[in-house]
């Protein structure tokens, strides 16, 4: 699904005037009328970010954040708030949200703070394919040359890989040159910086 | 009544004393009684044996008077049958003599059958009255052989010479016994004189009618055989009886006398009776009134515990009373009325009028109040008076009357209930700041939430007209754009525009519906009503106020409300002012003069004055000197008087103390 921006806001004018502003800057944007109406439509395939009117009717904007924090929702979240709802805007950033912005704001502001958003999950999504493209290679060594990688990344020479796995240096080698083509890598060095972008830390 | 009061005082503290004595009383009076009765039984039995003792003694008398008698009779004869036989022995002629002087005995002795004359050998010679003496063996009864103390008789009469007794016998149905006198003659036996006596006979003539009458003489023999009875009639056993020997002529022979019952004295029996009826009488009149005593104890008692209660329940009352006899004076004042008004009852009782707790500027209202009360006028709703203590100081005092009827059904005064009502006066007073400060603080809350809806409100509009605004001017920069679409734009942002101006509508709606309500107004009378209003509070804190109106006609276009408000505001402020000052000197003086061109209003208090630098704050929105106070009064005064384009303004009172003012132009539309 093409990435856009979710504005749910009870006020019709205020989504439509919004949808208006970010269409003005190219920005694709959906809108919902109520808290309860995005929850029904939101699902795992939505990508981009999401605006959130604070004070509405029924659910307000702070239960709808906790909600999609129970599920799980990767998609960074912008308040609008109004006057004197900063306080507890400042708390729903410290829970992960995105931004907040007070009304009356100015609006390109806004509008730049959602381009931001929608980089931000731009990038979360291009991480997640590229986890998920090295969680196949993985999938596809056996159990011996995980054994033998795991030592690689502990950075022992293949003599001790050798001892520890009761194998000959021979075997040691062949289970090396098998991962790494596997791993479509060409050095140790490069192995680690491969499942370091997957760990999220450097390995050495 | 106090009188009452003060015994009831003591009846308290004797509370169980009377039970005791009542059982100390009845136990000594039991014991009384017993000791009478036992007493009179005592008595009675004393006399009785006194009675007794008496007869027994007359009884031992009579016997012994009568044993004499007998002896008397009998020796008397004995002697002179003896001088006749010692005459027979000297005399030749024996048998003239002996027909004579037998005879003289006979006629003289009492209860001799006869005189029976036997020579030596026993042999009959002659024998008076006749020889056909009925005697055991010298005639037809001889047949028996000569009985043995006939013959022992006849031995010792001989041997002794003198005058032997036989024992007694029975002979033609009667009992007899008989004497011998020997006869000697120069010194031998000649023979005896016997002399027969029969014991009925006898008894017959010694014992005399008055003592046969009291007594039954009897004789018995040794074995207690019936020898001889003087009466007939046959007594029933009786205690007192007395038996003497009867010797001579002895043999164990005994003189019985009986007293018959006597039937006794009329007079001491009806004594007797009458004592018995009269105690027995007193006894159950007592016993009658010891119920009686009883019961009324009883009733005393529940009356005592009765008047306790009532004694307690009026001591425990905080509601005073005071009694009032028909001239107004106070007859009674139970505790509470006297520690209300500081007074000992001895004080208040019989005081001459006016009534020393009277506040003095009130007696005049007191008396018209009596008089109303005397007169029978007591408003049912009571009255509420000033009362001083004796210390001085004031208090408001509610006063119910109720006529008070005494035991005779007579009326005899007035009852009055008096409550304090002081406290309750300064709650209401207290209770009503509260409700204001309550009220201001709410309206400034809810001014609180109304701005923040009119925020939200406002927001929304203000937002989406940015929006679009934001969107037509980036569409318009990109120079990629639609006429069409940034037309459709711009006239959303007029629907915003118009709805923000809607809000802003709204909320001067709601604005304008709280405003003044302007009419002729006249301040005299808004100063009045303003004072009124004021008074219990000033009243309490005991400060006078002083209207002082120049023009009562000063009139003008303003909410009168509002003006009552501030004036109301500033007096209390004043009398707030005047709390450390000494309660003669606390007077707020309100003045309303009439300029040219305005009216001039000033509320002048007799307090410490306002320091310079506290005076500049003074109209500051949340300032105060109060530790309650919110700092809105002097503000919304200041805000109203300026909303009448007057103003306001506070000064110093050259009295001392501050002066608050304010003026309001005069021709105003």
């Given at each position: 699904?093409t990435?856009?921006?979710?504005?749910?806001?009870?006020?019709?004018?205020?989504?439509?005037?919004?949808a208006?502003?970010?269409?003005?800057?190219?920005i694709e944007?959906?809108?919902?009328?109520?808290a309860?109406?995005?929850l029904?439509?939101c699902?795992?395939?939505?990508?981009?970010c999401?605006v959130?009117?604070?004070?509405?009717?029924?659910?307000?904007?702070?239960?709808?954040?906790?909600?999609?924090?129970?599920?799980?929702?990767?998609?960074?979240?912008?308040?609008?708030t109004?006057?004197?709802?900063?306080?507890?805007?400042?708390?729903m950033?410290?829970?992960?949200?995105?931004?907040?912005v007070?009304k009356?704001?100015?609006n390109?502001?806004?509008?730049?703070?959602?381009?931001?958003a929608?980089q931000?999950?731009?990038?979360r999504?291009?991480?997640a394919?590229s986890?998920?493209?090295l969680?196949?290679?993985?999938n596809?060594?056996?159990t011996?040359?995980r054994?033998?990688?795991e030592r690689?990344?502990?950075?022992k020479?293949?003599?001790?890989?050798?001892?520890?796995l009761?194998l000959?240096?021979?075997?040691?080698?062949?289970?090396?040159s098998?991962l790494?083509?596997?791993?479509?890598?060409r050095?140790?060095?490069?192995?680690a910086?491969t499942?370091?972008?997957?760990s999220?830390?450097?390995?050495i | 009544?106090?009188?009452?009061?003060?015994?009831?005082?003591?009846?308290?503290?004797?509370?169980?004393a009377?039970?005791?004595?009542?059982n100390?009383?009845?136990a000594?009076l039991k014991l009384?009684?017993?000791?009478?009765?036992?007493?009179?039984?005592?008595?009675?039995?004393l006399?009785?044996?006194?009675e007794?003792?008496?007869?027994?003694?007359?009884?031992?008398a009579?016997v012994?008077?009568l044993?004499?008698?007998?002896?008397?009779?009998?020796e008397?004869?004995t002697e002179?049958v003896?001088?006749?036989?010692?005459?027979?022995?000297?005399?030749k002629?024996?048998?003239?003599?002996?027909?004579l002087?037998?005879?003289?005995?006979?006629?003289?002795?009492p209860?001799?059958?006869?005189?029976?004359?036997?020579?030596a050998?026993?042999?009959?010679?002659?024998a008076t009255?006749?020889?056909?003496i009925?005697?055991r063996g010298?005639?037809?009864?001889?047949?028996?052989p000569l009985?043995?103390?006939?013959?022992?008789?006849?031995?010792m009469?001989?041997k002794?010479?003198?005058s032997?007794?036989?024992d007694a016998?029975?002979?033609?149905?009667?009992?007899?016994f008989?004497v011998?006198?020997?006869?000697?003659?120069?010194?031998?036996?000649?023979?005896?004189?016997?002399?027969v006596?029969?014991?009925?006979?006898?008894?017959?003539?010694?014992?005399?009618?008055?003592?046969?009458?009291?007594?039954?003489?009897?004789?018995?023999?040794?074995?207690?055989v019936?020898?001889?009875?003087?009466?007939?009639?046959?007594?029933v056993?009786?205690?007192?009886?007395?038996?003497?020997?009867?010797?001579p002529?002895?043999?164990?022979?005994?003189l019985?006398?009986?007293?018959?019952?006597s039937?006794?004295?009329?007079?001491?029996?009806?004594?007797?009776?009458?004592i018995?009826?009269?105690?027995a009488?007193m006894?159950?009149?007592l016993?009658?009134?010891?119920?009686h005593?009883?019961?009324?104890?009883?009733?005393?008692?529940?009356?005592?515990?009765e008047?306790a209660?009532?004694?307690?329940?009026?001591?425990?009352l905080?509601?005073?009373?005071?009694?009032?006899?028909?001239q107004g004076?106070?007859t009674?004042?139970?505790?509470?009325?006297?520690?209300?008004?500081?007074?000992?009852a001895?004080?208040?009782?019989?005081?001459?009028l006016?009534?020393p707790?009277?506040?003095p500027?009130?007696?005049q209202?007191?008396?018209?109040?009596?008089?109303?009360?005397?007169a029978?006028?007591a408003?049912q709703?009571?009255?509420?008076?000033?009362?001083?203590?004796?210390?001085?100081?004031?208090?408001d005092?509610?006063?119910?009357?109720?006529?008070?009827?005494?035991?005779?059904?007579?009326?005899?005064?007035?009852?009055?209930?008096?409550?304090?009502?002081t406290?309750?006066?300064?709650?209401?007073?207290?209770?009503r700041q509260?409700?204001?400060?309550?009220q201001?603080?709410?309206?400034?809350v809810?001014m609180?939430?109304?701005?923040?809806?009119?925020?939200?409100e406002l927001?929304?509009?203000?937002?989406?007209i940015?929006s679009y605004?934001?969107g037509c001017?980036n569409?318009l920069?990109?120079?990629?754009?639609?006429t069409?679409?940034?037309?459709?734009?711009?006239?959303?942002?007029?629907?915003?525009?118009?709805?923000a101006?809607?809000?802003?509508?709204r909320?001067?709606?709601f604005?304008r519906?709280?405003?003044?309500k302007?009419a002729?107004c006249?301040f005299?009378?808004?100063?009045?009503?303003?004072?009124?209003?004021?008074?219990?509070?000033?009243?309490l804190?005991?400060?006078?106020?002083v209207?002082?109106?120049?023009?009562s006609?000063?009139?003008?276009?303003?909410?009168?409300?509002?003006?009552?408000?501030?004036?109301?505001n500033?007096m209390r402020?004043?009398?707030?002012?005047?709390s450390d000052?000494a309660?003669?000197?606390?007077?707020?003086?309100?003045?309303?003069k009439?300029?040219?061109?305005?009216?001039?209003?000033?509320?002048?208090?007799?307090?410490s004055?306002?320091?310079?630098?506290v005076?500049?704050?003074l109209f500051?929105?949340?300032?105060s000197?109060k530790?309650?106070?919110?700092?809105?009064?002097l503000?919304?005064?200041?805000?109203?008087?300026?909303?009448?384009h007057?103003?306001?303004?506070?000064?110093d009172?050259?009295?001392?103390?501050?002066?608050?003012?304010?003026?309001?132009?005069?021709d105003?539309p």
């Open positions: 699904m990435p856009r921006v979710y504005i749910v806001d009870d006020d019709e004018a205020i989504r439509d005037s919004l208006w502003l970010l269409q003005s800057r190219g944007s959906v809108a919902y009328a109520s309860s109406a995005f029904d439509a699902d795992a395939t939505f990508a981009g999401i959130l009117d604070v004070r509405m009717e029924e659910m307000g904007g702070c239960e709808l954040f906790e909600r999609l924090l129970e599920r799980a929702c990767p998609l960074p979240v912008i308040f609008l109004g006057h004197g709802d900063v306080p507890m805007a400042v708390s950033l410290k829970n992960g949200a995105f931004d907040f007070e009356p704001c100015n390109n502001e806004l509008v730049d703070r959602v381009i931001a929608l931000r999950d731009a990038a999504r291009q991480s394919a986890t998920e493209s969680n196949l290679l993985l596809e060594l056996s011996r040359e054994q033998v990688m690689i990344l502990a950075g020479p293949n003599k001790v890989i050798a001892v520890e009761h000959s240096m021979r075997t040691v080698e062949v289970h090396r098998s790494f083509t596997k791993m479509k890598v050095t140790a060095v490069e192995l910086q499942l370091a972008a997957l999220g830390k450097p390995v | 009544m106090m009188k009452f009061a003060r015994v009831w005082g003591s009846g308290i503290r004797l509370k169980y009377p039970l005791k004595w009542s100390w009383y009845f000594v009384v009684g017993a000791l009478l009765l036992l007493l009179i039984v005592a008595l009675f039995l006399l009785r044996q006194n007794t003792d008496e007869q027994r003694a007359a009884l031992i009579d012994l008077w044993e004499q008698s007998v002896n008397f009779a009998l008397g004869t002179q003896r001088q006749l036989a010692d005459d027979l022995g000297r005399e002629n024996q048998q003239s003599l002996f027909a002087r037998s005879r003289n005995v006979m006629k003289s002795s209860g001799l059958e006869g005189l029976v004359w036997l020579d050998s026993a042999r009959l010679i002659d009255p006749t020889h056909k009925v005697r010298y005639n037809g009864l001889s047949d028996n009985a043995e103390s006939q013959a022992r008789a006849i031995e009469a001989s002794l010479g003198k032997i007794y036989t016998y029975r002979s033609a149905e009667k009992t007899q008989e011998y006198a020997p006869i000697f003659e120069d010194g031998q036996y000649r023979g005896a004189l016997v002399s006596y029969s014991f009925n006979a006898l008894l017959q003539h010694i014992v005399p009618w008055w003592f046969a009458e009291k007594y039954q003489v009897n004789i018995v023999d040794s074995n207690g019936l020898l001889a009875s003087k009466s007939k009639i046959r007594t056993s009786s205690t007192i009886n007395y038996t003497i020997p009867f010797d002529p002895g043999y164990g022979m005994e019985q006398i009986t007293a018959y019952r039937a006794g004295n009329l007079a001491p029996m009806l004594i007797k009776t009458l018995i009826t009269l105690a009488a006894f159950f009149s016993w009658a009134m010891r119920g005593i009883k019961r009324r104890l009883a009733a005393e008692q529940a009356l005592r515990s008047t209660f009532r004694k307690a329940m009026e001591d425990s905080t509601v005073g009373m005071r009694a009032r006899n028909r004076l106070t009674y004042a139970n505790p509470a009325f006297c520690r209300m008004v500081g007074y000992a001895d004080e208040l009782i019989g005081a001459a006016p009534a707790y009277w506040a500027e009130e007696v209202k007191a008396l018209s109040f009596q008089d109303r009360v005397m029978g006028k408003p709703e009571g009255l509420e008076m000033r009362f001083k203590r004796k210390d001085g100081t004031l208090f005092a509610l006063i119910y009357e109720a006529p008070l009827i005494d035991a005779d059904d007579k009326h005899a005064g007035w009852m009055a209930s008096i409550v304090d009502v406290a309750r006066k300064r709650a209401e007073e207290l209770a509260q409700q204001e400060t309550l201001l603080r709410s309206r400034l809810s609180g939430e109304m701005a923040s809806t009119l925020a939200h927001n929304q509009p203000l937002g989406a940015s605004n934001a001017l569409k920069s990109s120079g990629n754009f639609v069409s679409e940034i037309e459709a734009a711009l006239v959303k942002l007029g629907v915003q525009a118009e709805r101006g809607r809000v802003i509508h909320v001067h709606e604005v519906k709280s405003e003044p302007l002729l006249n005299a009378e808004a100063i009045n009503d303003s004072i009124a209003l004021i008074e219990l509070s000033a009243r804190s005991r400060v006078r106020i209207a002082d109106i120049a023009d006609g000063a009139q003008s276009i303003a909410d009168r409300l509002m003006i009552e408000q501030v004036l109301i500033l402020n004043g009398i707030e002012a005047m000052t309660p003669a000197q606390r007077q707020l003086t309100i003045a309303l009439q300029g040219e061109e305005q009216i001039e209003i000033r509320v002048a208090d007799r307090g004055g306002i320091a310079p630098a005076k500049e704050k500051a929105p949340f300032f000197t530790v309650e106070g919110m700092g809105m009064g503000n919304i005064c200041r805000s109203i008087i300026e909303f009448h007057g103003r306001l303004w506070v000064e009172n050259p009295e001392g103390g501050t002066i608050f003012a304010f003026s309001l132009p005069f105003q």
